[in-house]
T-cell receptor
Framework: QQQVKQSPQSLIVQKGGISIINCAYENTAFDYFPWYQQFPGKGPALLIAIRPDVSEKKEGRFTISFNKSAKQFSLHIMDSQPGDSATYFCAARSDKLIFGTGTRLQVFP | KAGVTQTPRYLIKTRGQQVTLSCSPISGHRSVSWYQQTPGQGLQFLFEYFSETQRNKGNFPGRFSGRQFSNSRSEMNVSTLELGDSALYLC????????????FGPGTRLTVT
């Protein structure tokens, strides 16, 4: 019940396209859902986060969509760029932060 | 504002040895969390500290321990190292007591031979 399931494991997108990464959870005690971006050799960087009382949050090209009834949330990267190529992790927190398994995104020019 | 710093960045140890990793949080942040990242298990929570008190602990053996000092700096210790302890150890800090917005350091890459 503490798991966060993330898909797909890898994603290849053309430059300018939309990248979509999905996560699902079971624990209704989760009350904070961040997304992290990690480049090789670096620590994860907080990208955007949402609380369950909001259905959507947008910051620049990054949007989180949140469906509380379905216990799902997703990250949309609009106008994907080669510089967005990285591993993305969703996470959820109740008393600790639980991470999804990660999605390796490759954006080709 | 300087980010989270971790030392050392790379470490090679032998099975059976012990190791201490250090983390300095962002100035003003009082909550520090530690994570282990491996290709097989992903990012796993180790423990979390706030104001020198351990708030939460993950599902790791007692060989893994940590502490936080009065200046919010934190250390984690792994005793009797095993090959499976080879991983990237990440420290994250947050301002609030609940530890929501966590900012990660670059990690310490530990290799156990």
């Amino acid at each position: 019940q503490q798991q966060v399931k993330q898909s797909p494991q890898s994603l290849i997108v053309q430059k300018g396209g939309i990248s979509i990464i999905n996560c699902a959870y079971e624990n209704t005690a989760f009350d904070y859902f961040p997304w992290y971006q990690q480049f090789p050799g670096k620590g994860p960087a907080l990208l955007i986060a949402i609380r369950p009382d909001v259905s959507e949050k947008k910051e620049g090209r990054f949007t989180i969509s949140f469906n509380k009834s379905a216990k799902q949330f997703s990250l949309h990267i609009m106008d994907s760029q080669p510089g967005d190529s990285a591993t993305y992790f969703c996470a959820a927190r109740s008393d600790k932060l639980i991470f999804g398994t990660g999605t390796r995104l490759q954006v080709f020019p | 504002k300087a980010g989270v710093t971790q030392t050392p960045r790379y470490l090679i140890k032998t099975r059976g040895q012990q190791v201490t990793l250090s983390c300095s949080p962002i100035s003003g942040h009082r909550s520090v969390s530690w994570y282990q990242q491996t290709p097989g298990q992903g990012l796993q929570f180790l423990f979390e500290y706030f104001s020198e008190t351990q708030r939460n602990k993950g599902n790791f053996p007692g060989r893994f321990s940590g502490r936080q000092f009065s200046n919010s700096r934190s250390e984690m210790n792994v005793s009797t190292l095993e090959l499976g302890d080879s991983a990237l150890y990440l420290c994250a800090s947050s301002y609030d007591r609940a530890g929501y917005e966590q900012y990660f350091g670059p990690g310490t890459r530990l290799t156990v031979t």
